[in-house]
Structures are given as structure tokens and as C-alpha cells.
T-cell receptor, first 114, second 116 residues
Framework: DSGVTQTPKHLITATGQRVTLRCSPRSGDLSVYWYQQSLDQGLQFLIQYYNGEERAKGNILERFSAQQFPDLHSELNLSSLELGDSALYFC?????????????FGSGTQLSVL | AQKVTQAQTEISVVEKEDVTLDCVYETRDTTYYLFWYKQPPSGELVFLIRRNSFDEQNEISGRYSWNFQKSTSSFNFTITASQVVDSAVYFCALSESGNAGNMLTFGGGTRLMVKP
């Protein structure tokens, strides 16, 4: 158990809808990351937050947004969903968010857009 | 731009065989970090090892060993005497010190199947 909690584990929705994925980092970790894993794109970095502030941004679509709250949990909002958004979304956390840190990953949220 | 290539998409071995998973990376930074993560059938990514660009010492941890060669931009992973529990997808990843934050670039992964 990594200590990173993601909810829900599975999500099935329809095209055009909006969903929110939630992540609680390990106790003591200030940085939260979101990754998307799909068959065609592999594992892709979306965004990183550190202590409530955006630290780095990757290939995150404009339809997607995220935030980290004062209690350090994070939410990833996906809107105007398309079939291609179906993927496994991982949250990860680390202590400080620097480039040499190992990440602790949650078990992921499997999103299916029908 | 940083890039990680794992040319072997799938490897199948019989238990107790040794197996090497290849990883080749590209980066313009002189300071960077390489990682291996394991994704077992349960789905969660598990950290295995981290190596910085200035440390080319090979590392051994039990049945696992890693060979880092800057000259060939490779960071290969060997499992000795493989076991069924080693069956998983293994990812190599790269993080550049020049990036803001800690953005990992992952390779495509190698699915290892160890048969009894």
C-alpha cells in the first residue's frame, strides 16, 4: 500500500459529461502529480502541484483542470468528455516535488467514456 | 526533448531464467535521474530504483540488478532467477533537472511474463 488514495476506482460515463477524480497524498507529502495511462499514449504526465501551487504542466488538455486544496488533497476535473479520454488516471505524491524524488502512486481511477 | 525507449514490448521466460529489460534514453541535460517502476497485475506503479546521471555504479538488490551506461545512454534492468511473481509491466523513466518540478517521462513499458 503506497499510502496514496484515489477515488473512485472505476468511473463509467457518457461523452460530453464532466467527472471529478480525487486523490489524497501520503501523509507528509506536499506534492501531487496526475498521470494518464492509455494503450495508445502510454503513461503521460499531466500536471504537478506543490503545496497548493501548480509546479509543472505536461500534456494536459484544456478540457482538463486540476487543483490542490489546503489539506493537500487534489482533484482532477475532466469535462466535455470524449471517447479518447478513456484511460487509467493515476495520482502520485512525493515529499517535496523535486526532480530526484521517487513517486508513490495510487491504484488509479479507470475512466470509461461510452 | 527527453525521450525514453523500451524496445521490448513483451518478454516471456520460464521461471529461473535470467532476463534483461532494456532502456535507452535521450536528454540534453547533464543532470538527470533515471527510474524503474513496476506495474503488477493489480495496476499500481511501484518504485524500484533511482539513479542520478553522475553515478554510473551498477546496483544490485537481491535478484535485481541495474546497469547504467552513459556512453550508450542506457539503463538496463536484469532479473536473475526470475519468479512468477516478477510477472508485471516494467517502466523506465527519466526526469531532467532543467525541468520545473518533477516531470517523469516514461518509456512504453516492457511486459514480462514468467511461466512456471
Amino acid at each position: 500500500d503506497s499510502g496514496v488514495t484515489q477515488t473512485p476506482k472505476h468511473l463509467i460515463t457518457a461523452t460530453g459529461q464532466r467527472v471529478t477524480l480525487r486523490c489524497s497524498p501520503r501523509s507528509g507529502d506536499l506534492s501531487v502529480y496526475w498521470y494518464q495511462q492509455s494503450l495508445d499514449q502510454g503513461l503521460q504526465f499531466l500536471i504537478q502541484y506543490y503545496n497548493g501551487e501548480e509546479r509543472a504542466k505536461g500534456n494536459i488538455l484544456e478540457r482538463f483542470s486540476a487543483q490542490q486544496f489546503p489539506d493537500l488533497h487534489s482533484e482532477l476535473n475532466l469535462s466535455s468528455l470524449e471517447l479518447g479520454d478513456s484511460a487509467l488516471y493515476f495520482c502520485a505524491s512525493s515529499v517535496g516535488g523535486t526532480t530526484n524524488e521517487k513517486l508513490f502512486f495510487g491504484s488509479g481511477t479507470q475512466l470509461s467514456v461510452l | 526533448a527527453q525521450k525514453v525507449t523500451q524496445a521490448q514490448t513483451e518478454i516471456s521466460v520460464v521461471e529461473k531464467e535470467d532476463v534483461t529489460l532494456d532502456c535507452v534514453y535521450e536528454t540534453r541535460d547533464t543532470t538527470y535521474y533515471l527510474f524503474w517502476y513496476k506495474q503488477p497485475p493489480s495496476g499500481e506503479l511501484v518504485f524500484l530504483i533511482r539513479r542520478n546521471s553522475f553515478d554510473e555504479q551498477n546496483e544490485i538488490s537481491g535478484r535485481y540488478s541495474w546497469n547504467f551506461q552513459k556512453s550508450t545512454s542506457s539503463f538496463n534492468f536484469t532479473i536473475t532467477a526470475s519468479q512468477v511473481v516478477d510477472s508485471a509491466v516494467y517502466f523506465c523513466a527519466l526526469s531532467e533537472s532543467g525541468n520545473a518540478g518533477n516531470m517523469l517521462t516514461f518509456g512504453g513499458g516492457t511486459r514480462l511474463m514468467v511461466k512456471p
